[in-house]
């Protein structure tokens, strides 16, 4: 039993190790979730788009209001994500229009 757990567990961490390597947008979305920001809270100071990823992907401070400190993310991981998916974390403004 103790070898089956041991085996279950590598694997989801090899996943997730692997799936933050295919995603990178995904692992910064991730940590500012396990942060504590939340989608959709941004009037509370703690949004997911704009007090946190918007100012790791853009490299700049967070807007004043915020409440919780930015999560370390690692510049590979932003630049990765910004190769994969230029326009994550621009918001809907800055999308063009259909």
Avoid: Y
């Amino acid at each position: 039993m103790r070898k089956v757990l041991c085996s279950v567990v590598i694997s989801f961490f090899v996943t997730g190790m692997v799936f933050a390597a295919d995603h990178p947008c995904q692992t910064i979305k991730a940590a500012c979730e396990k942060a504590g920001f939340i989608k959709g809270d941004a009037k509370e100071g703690n949004g997911l788009w704009v007090d946190c990823i918007d100012p790791i992907m853009k490299g700049k401070p967070q807007p004043p209001k915020a409440k919780i400190a930015l999560p370390q993310v690692d510049a590979s991981v932003v630049s990765a994500c910004k190769a994969k998916n230029p326009n994550f974390g621009e918001g809907k403004a800055n999308k063009p229009a259909k």
